[in-house]
């Protein structure tokens, strides 16, 4: 699960990585909205080969931007 510290900055509870990823957020800072894209830790990438492949979707979404 994320962090719930690090949830904070999104308009949405502790909840896992997995349900926000895959899509762009919004965190407002300064008066403006900031886009997030959520994506896996790199130490869960090591212990989960498997997810490298999602992982990198995200980052070409975050590239988009």
Not at 25 to 49: N, Q
Request: include cysteine.
């Amino acid at each position: 699960t994320m962090g719930c510290v690090l949830s904070a900055l999104l308009p949405v509870p502790c909840l896992v990585v997995g349900s926000l990823r895959g899509r762009v957020h919004a965190v407002r800072a300064d008066g403006r909205d900031i886009p997030v894209v959520v994506s896996y830790h790199p130490a869960y990438l090591l212990r989960s080969p498997s997810e490298k492949a999602r992982s990198w979707q995200d980052l070409r979404l975050a590239a988009k931007l």
